[in-house]
């Protein structure tokens, strides 16, 4: 049953993505820190860099065992510095960069030793926070966080507050799956649970991560897309002199292998880097289907049970090179490009067992097989400018060109097979093979210019992006059952399409503090759509049909905050407001008949709109010595919204014949208002020095307003989150982590609750050259994926288990100046999960 909710979303590209990631600047920072009361160095303290006007947070470094510290390339301007360890007192430093003088050094900066607060008998003096907590913005570094033990992105995100990932690989966000992902601030085709054709976000490796930042509620500067908020994942960029980079090899139980070579090369104004991510695993899983149908008419009705078991196996080999190049140009001028590819192959197969039974009738039973074989090639380049000003602090000009190349083949084969004394007559084979070939270029244009002495700042941006998809649905059976193999089109069925997105946008925004302790922001997007998109041969209009809409719309954004404490960050309230929207991509809208399995299909929707949202937020931030709590109430009232739909298609059930199933049809429908308001909170806390716990909870009241069918429910929906992190030596670490999600609601259902518990230890080798890791995902096995549907007509249950329980044992070397760190458990992917979700 794995195979049913994957084959669906294998094709489909997400649409416009782009907010654009923080462009590097010229200026450095470098510095050491040492103890006050002996001199000696202080390792592996987080160095913040904040924008002073608004306490914005910039970058974030940690200081070598040496006690040295030095920061990627900044922009130009007034920063506040803030160096956190709980073992010692908070230390702060406000500085400018300037194109005078671009670089600045705090060398022997003296910290001294915090008091330790007893509670009860226990001594906190902690260690450090992995994550940090910018109202609406959250930044989790990878490098530190135990939660990359799972080795991909996906993983990372799962230990990440407000922020759930089901066994699918589907990314929500407060409840809704519709975000804007990007890496490196730039649109790569990165599917949510499969949904775009390119990479999963489970087929990322964290070790290529060094950030991710989470944005709840994103400005007018970003993409009005993603109405759920913006994730995006920051690759690594080493910015030392000479060749640096790390190496790693991974085996899992039951044939699952990965490995990794990362390597940067640094001479002069020039940064090299080139890198290798392979992977190759086996999965097993399971999965099972009940349905309860109503037939007939109103003089002679008809029920109709059906119920489909399935066993599969799954293989996913994958691998990616990816080559930049970085040049620091005259006049503060940077200039870089980047470019990936990467191959895909997925292999599947499940066996399927059907029961079927009318009224009190005879059961009668037929077996299935559906064989799955995805290839997929992947291709990513782009360029980046940057240029800033001396005479005009703050001021700096940004520009980027890139794209995406997605070529996708994906044959399906189902057979299905009469049980031996039924008398049932076996279906004839099909074949399926879709094929995709989907484009993404884009370009950007930003400008910021200060005002009012560099307190306040103006910015605004254009860009153009452009997504077009062209392929064809081959439809065909089986020549004979001596020739299994052998497939004659149906022209009928076989469909070729085509479809074309064009956004242009435009935006503004303007910073400036009300006072001391008051800062705003308000800011205005302009986006216009051209959607076309035609479906050509097959029969029927069911099977054809064309594409063409436009609308131009306008998002607005408003921040306000209030700083109560002495220092940006220690007690902040902020109030934030943004309209979004969630266009629906090309394989919800276009009108084409895919078939998950022999007894179920799913159809575009050529009427689907685009569903728009506003979203609220306030949200509190508070320090108390070596604890921080977060808190966080949240609306997002979405209209238009956006719903997946099932029911039985009663002319395919009457044409299959007696015996054959039911047969189901899946689209999509804007079926209302949906409004989700809650809160959230998140306390770091160390409760020993050798143990730190990071806890989060959200909860929220979830409504469905269907118009289409009249009704209205609501439900409460929660999650919980515990991360323990032990040192239990200097040089091994333990994480225990668990995360519950309670049900959530759908159009016509709901999506069961889902949880697990991971456990990992790292031991750090060879004076940190190296580091040995051993992890257990999903502990007890309970990760399953749980639906249920009901209506007057139909009511379905289905759940899906893929092994989820896999053991883990990653060896890294660290080549250079690359070393481990502490808090840092990476490569080992997590089990599950494959193209298309």
């Known amino acids: 049953m794995g195979s049913a909710l994957r084959v669906g979303a294998f094709a489909s590209l997400l649409l416009p993505l782009g907010a654009m990631a923080q462009a590097a600047g010229p200026g450095r920072v470098s510095g050491s820190l040492v103890e006050a009361s002996n001199g000696k160095a202080v390792p592996f303290s987080d160095v913040l860099f904040l924008r002073a006007a608004d306490s914005t947070f910039v970058a974030v470094a940690q200081t070598t065992e040496q006690g040295t510290f030095q920061t990627a390339a900044l922009p130009l301007g007034t920063y506040l510095m803030r160096v956190q360890d709980l073992n010692y ?29 007893k509670l009860g008998e226990v001594v906190v003096t902690g260690q450090k926070a992995t994550v940090v907590e910018e109202l609406g913005k959250r930044v989790i570094n990878v490098e530190k966080d135990l939660g990359s033990v799972g080795g991909t992105a996906a993983n990372v995100l799962q230990n990440v507050p407000s922020v759930n990932v089901d066994v699918n690989g589907t990314v929500t966000m407060r409840g809704s799956s519709n975000l804007t992902i990007l890496i490196d601030g730039k649109p790569a085709g990165t599917g949510n649970g499969g949904g775009a054709g390119g990479p999963r976000l489970d087929q990322i490796p964290a070790s290529r991560i060094a950030q991710v930042e989470v944005i709840t509620n994103p400005s007018a500067k970003y993409d009005a897309s993603g ?72 003089d002679n009705p008809q029920t109709v049970r059906t119920t489909q078991v399935g066993v599969g196996r799954e293989i996913h080999r994958n691998q990616v090179v990816e080559v930049g190049m970085q040049l620091e140009l005259p006049k503060n001028q940077n200039l870089s490009f980047n470019a990936s590819a990467g191959t895909e192959r997925h292999l599947e197969g499940e066996s399927q067992d059907l029961t079927q039974q009318t009224d009190n009738g005879a059961v009668q039973r037929a077996r299935g097989r559906q064989d799955l074989d995805v290839g997929v090639n992947v291709m990513q380049y782009g360029g980046d400018y940057r240029r800033t000003w001396a005479a005009h602090k703050g001021r700096e000009l940004s520009a980027n060109l890139g794209g995406v190349r997605i070529d996708a083949t994906v044959p399906v084969v189902q057979r299905q097979f009469a049980e031996a004394g039924s008398g049932q007559v076996a279906q004839p084979g099909t074949r399926q093979e879709l094929n995709v070939l989907g484009n993404i270029q884009f370009g950007k244009i930003d400008y910021t210019h200060p005002f009012a ?72 997007r302009s986006e216009y759509t051209r959607i076309s998109g035609s479906v050509e041969g097959g029969a029927g209009i069911a099977q054809r049909g064309s594409l063409d809409q436009d609308y131009l719309n306008l998002f607005p954004s408003a921040n306000i905050s209030r700083e109560f404490g002495k220092e940006p960050g220690q007690n902040r309230l902020q109030l934030s407001y943004a309209r979004r929207l969630n266009r629906p991509n090309f394989m919800q809208q276009m009108p ?102 990071n806890a989060s909870t959200s909860l929220y009241r979830a409504q469905i307003a269907a118009n289409a069918f009249g009704n209205n429910r609501q439900a409460l929906v929660g999650s919980v989150r515990l991360n323990n992190n032990f040192t239990i030596r200097p040089t091994l670490e333990m994480q225990l982590s668990g995360n519950l999600r309670s049900a959530s609601l759908t159009a016509q259902g709901r999506q069961l609750a889902q949880g697990q518990v991971d456990v990992a230890l790292r031991q750090r080798l060879f004076s940190d050259r190296a580091a040995l890791t051993l992890r257990v995902s999903d502990v007890f096995n309970t990760l399953k994926y749980r639906s249920e549907i009901e209506t007057d007509a139909l009511r379905s249950y289905r759940s899906s288990k893929d092994e989820t329980r896999v053991g883990w044992l990653g060896f890294t070397w660290y080549i250079g100046a690359s070393k481990a760190k502490p808090g840092r458990i990476e490569a080992a992917p997590q089990g599950g999960g494959g193209f298309g979700g």
């Open 453 to 524: 002495e560099g307190k306040g700042r103006l910015e605004m941006g254009a860009k153009l992006e452009r997504q077009s998809n062209a392929g064809s649905n081959k439809f065909g059976y089986a020549n004979s059952e001596t020739a299994p193999n052998s497939f004659q089109d149906d022209p009928a069925r076989s469909l070729t399409y085509t479809f074309t997105q064009l956004v242009p946008a435009g935006y503004v925004t303007v910073q400036r503090p009300l006072g001391p302790k008051w800062n705003a922001q308000v800011g205005l």
């Open 227 to 298: 109405g759920g908020g913006v994730i995006n994942l920051i690759t690594k960029k080493e910015t030392r002199n000479g060749t640096n980079g790390t190496a790693a090899l991974n085996l899992g139980t039951k044939d699952k292998y990965s490995g990794n070579l990362n390597l940067t090369r640094k001479v002069g104004k020039a940064t090299w880097s080139a890198g290798y991510n392979g992977r190759d695993v086996t999965f097993g899983s399971r999965g099972r289907s009940q349905q309860t149908a109503l037939l007939g008419t109103a």
């Open 592 to 693: 084409l008949a895919i078939y998950q399995d022999p007894r179920s299909y799913r159809l575009g929707n050529p009427r689907l709109q685009a569903e728009f949202s506003h979203n609220m937020e306030l949200g509190h931030q508070l320090s108390l010595g070596a604890a921080t709590l977060t808190s966080t109430a949240f609306a997002r009232i979405t209209t238009n919204s956006i719903q997946r739909l099932r029911f039985i298609d009663t002319t395919a059930t009457r044409l299959a014949g007696p015996g054959a199933g039911l047969v189901t049809a899946e689209t999509f429908d804007n079926v209302g208002t949906t409004t989700n308001i809650g809160a959230e909170f998140s306390l770091n806390q160390p409760l020993a020095k050798w143990w730190r716990l």
């Open 89 to 117: 007192k908070a230390l702060r430093r406000r500085f400018t960069l300037t194109e005078a003088a671009p670089t600045i050094s705090f060398m022997g900066l003296r910290m001294t030793a915090a008091s330790a607060t």
